[in-house]
């Protein structure tokens, strides 16, 4: 068995960086599952409603329908275009 000894001001190092990680990590999955109306992904874009919407008819952005509601989310819209421009 492996034994190691720490101070007190290397235990609070080390538990301040795994805190800082998971806060870090949630942040990112909060901005991942922000949902943005059509309105404020043409203003982000500086694209038309008709824009957005040949887009989505083409399939080229991903968004969310329920029912009548649509919503985007900005960061896989994003990253979807990104990978698209690559090819």
């Keep these: 068995m492996l034994q190691v000894t720490i101070n007190e001001d290397q235990l609070n ?3 301040d960086a ?9 942040r990112e999955s ?7 109306d059509g309105e404020q992904i043409c203003k982000r874009f500086g ?11 083409r399939k080229e952005i991903p968004f969310v329908q329920i029912g ?5 989310d900005f960061n896989k819209i994003i990253k ?6 690559r090819r």
């Design 80 to 85: 979807y275009k990104e990978i698209k421009r």
């Design 18 to 26: 795994a805190v800082n990680r998971a806060v870090a990590k949630e």
């Design 13 to 15: 190092s080390i538990i």
């Design 47 to 57: 694209v038309t409603k008709q824009t957005l919407q040949k887009w989505r008819d």
């Design 68 to 72: 009548t509601v649509i919503r985007y």
């Design 30 to 36: 909060n901005e991942e599952t922000s949902l943005m």
